[in-house]
């Protein structure tokens, strides 16, 4: 059966031995066949589509599958984003505005990959801020 698709002359990565091949050729939009340009062409239809990969890594494609559906689902209107935020005093208003929101006895969980280079007073919030803005709701702050 022909190869829908060829991808050759590239550096491509497998999970096997051996772990980089010259070409790959995909039927069903599934990987077919992997190996040199020579064996994989033997795959080649009237109709197969090539790409010339000229001479580039590819890489599987990357899944990641690390999440948190149930945490999301049930806390996500109370959890804070700070990363791209570009000032602590943005940050700071931010916090207040979903301390207000957040129903007792839950806390506001600020998460994420923010770090205090992001914001314009390069620095972290102090203590006596949090407190000031979120006196009657617990807080916490995920830093990076």
């Given at each position: ?14 999970n ?5 091949v ?41 899944n ?10 049930l ?30 006895p839950?806390?506001?969980?600020v998460?994420?990959?923010?770090t ?16 000031k ?12």
């Open positions: 059966m022909p190869a829908d698709t060829i991808l050759h002359n590239a550096k491509i990565a497998t096997a031995t051996p772990s980089f010259e070409a790959l050729a995909i039927t069903g939009g599934k990987i077919a066949a992997t190996g040199t340009e020579q064996e994989v062409f033997r795959l080649r239809g009237p109709a197969t589509r090539v790409i010339d990969g000229k001479g580039r890594t590819v890489i599987p494609g990357l990641d599958s690390h999440m948190h559906p149930i945490r999301g689902g806390n996500y209107n109370m959890e804070l984003r700070w990363d791209g935020v570009p000032s602590l005093a943005d940050a700071l208003r931010m916090l207040k505005d979903q301390a207000a929101r957040t129903p007792a839950q806390w506001v969980r998460v994420g990959g923010w205090e280079f992001q914001f314009a007073e390069r620095r972290m919030p102090t203590l006596d801020e949090i407190n803005i979120a006196p009657d709701t617990p807080v916490f702050i995920l830093h990076l």
